[in-house]
């Protein structure tokens, strides 16, 4: 029922994003379509892609909620990294467009009005944009959601890039230098390529099954090591993060007269309190005879 819920939550905040991201970019297309102003174009361009990010999250966050099947029996957590990867692609498209657009501006300049209306919309835009990334950001991190996590900090590139560009739209009136508009326009397109490859990057990591924090891993070798009464050590943890799930398997040593069905309380109990530390975690624990260990690892006390 966890899981359920947690998958409902997260679902609902992407379908909020989406709603979002289709006013944002409205409020957004009005203030370029007022102004005139190529930077603000651009922005709302960007907004393009935060509504395209928002539909693709959306997607992957109810993929990774289903349960593991026969087709995929260790479910489909990494849809979510996927996710993260086609946003990255849909924001360097993005930064592209807005060079090309660019290019045009300082080739060939094209006065604009700071209109106050305009200006005012955009303004408002990016305080929407600046409540919800930090809503994103809050709830994906406390869900484990990569996707929402992802749609956060590119919304929050956004508002950073925006309030850059108003600032910038105010100095092009006030000193008449048309072309930086165009200048403007090319940083907002830097600014989101560079979000975009660090979204890339990070969904890459994730897709080579890389390990959990060292904080998270400290914390489960402790839960193992207090947890272990009655066997000798533990060795070769691994870890890895499929989205919201946390795999972990070992080597757990017990004395070669054990019984099969003392050596399984053990595991189970420590099963137990690994579930109660790590969130979502699927554990495996392979049980070996003393003439296994390797007095390495983890030696219980």
Not at 124 to 130: C, D, H, I, Q, V
Not at 193 to 202: A, K, N, V
Request: aromatic share 6%; proline share 2%.
């Amino acid at each position: 029922m966890a899981n359920e819920s947690t998958s409902s939550v997260v679902a609902r905040v992407a379908l909020g994003s989406l709603a979002i991201g289709l006013a944002v970019l409205a409020l957004k297309i009005a203030a370029a379509w007022l102004t005139g102003s190529i930077a603000l174009y651009s922005d709302a361009l960007e907004s393009v892609v935060n509504v395209v990010t928002a539909i693709v999250a959306l997607v992957a966050v109810r993929l990774a909620a289903r349960p593991a099947d026969a087709a995929l029996p260790y479910g489909y957590g990494k849809a979510e990294y996927f996710s993260a990867v086609i946003i990255g692609v849909f924001i360097a498209l993005a930064a592209i467009l807005i060079f090309a657009k660019a290019w045009d501006g300082f080739r060939a300049p094209q006065p604009f009005t700071a209109d106050p209306v305009g200006l005012g919309i955009s303004m408002g835009a990016t305080a929407l944009n600046a409540i919800w990334a930090w809503t994103l950001m809050r709830i994906g991190r406390r869900e484990s959601s990569l996707s929402l996590v992802a749609d956060g900090k590119h919304l929050m590139t956004d508002v950073v890039s925006t309030v850059g560009v108003l600032i910038g739209v105010l100095l092009v009136v006030a000193t008449g230098y048309h072309q930086l508009d165009a200048i403007l326009a090319a940083l907002v397109g830097l600014a989101i390529l560079w979000s975009g490859w660090r979204l890339i990057r990070e969904s890459v990591i994730g897709l080579m099954d890389v390990a959990v924090d060292p904080t998270t891993l400290r914390t489960i070798r402790d839960v193992i090591s207090s947890n272990a009464e009655g066997a000798i050590e533990a060795h070769d943890i691994r870890t890895r993060q499929a989205g919201r799930t946390i795999f972990i398997d070992f080597h757990l040593v017990v004395a070669g007269s054990m019984s099969v069905e003392e050596a399984h309380a053990i595991c189970d109990g420590i099963e137990a309190k690994l579930r109660e530390a790590v969130a979502n975690a699927q554990i495996t624990i392979h049980v070996e005879p003393e003439a296994k260990a390797k007095h390495s690892g983890i030696v219980v006390v």
